[in-house]
Nanobody, 125 residues
Framework: VQLQASGGGLVQAGGSLRLSCAAS????????VGWFRQAPGKEHEFVAT????????YYTDSVKGRFTISRDGAKNTVYLQMNSLEPEDTAVYYC???????????????????WGQGTLVTVSS
């Protein structure tokens, strides 16, 4: 499966963006999908994940209550709605997928098999 991340851009603090992760090559309705980010000079960081049917989500503490991950099976797309953005959210955001119809929560980048190219989010203060 090929993943295409999009939706990044420049936004002021307090603003919102919605990132999209579109899959092609096959449906990824049986995949868990995660979002990760990497800020300049910092390590790769887990942000959020959603299980194969959308029934289970998990977030890193710093984005809880501000970010929402969701999926649209008909569009073969996973979204990351980001509200109340902070300068600390500035990073390149990547989506990733792995086949899984189990209830596990995948927060490590090593647990994912497919990666998108990344989309840059810049939050100005």
């Amino acid at each position: 499966v090929q993943l295409q991340a999009s939706g990044g851009g420049l936004v002021q603090a307090g603003g919102s963006l919605r990132l999209s992760c579109a899959a092609s090559g096959r449906t990824f309705s049986n995949d868990a999908v995660g979002w990760f980010r990497q800020a300049p000079g910092k390590e790769h960081e887990f942000v959020a994940t959603i299980n194969w049917n959308g029934g289970k989500t998990y977030y890193t503490d710093s984005v809880k209550g501000r970010f929402t991950i969701s999926r649209d099976g008909a569009k073969n797309t996973v979204y990351l709605q980001m509200n109340s953005l902070e300068p600390e959210d500035t990073a390149v955001y990547y989506c990733a997928a792995r086949w899984s119809i189990f209830s596990g929560t995948y927060v490590s980048s090593t647990e994912y098999d497919y990666w998108g190219q990344g989309t840059l989010v810049t939050v100005s203060s």
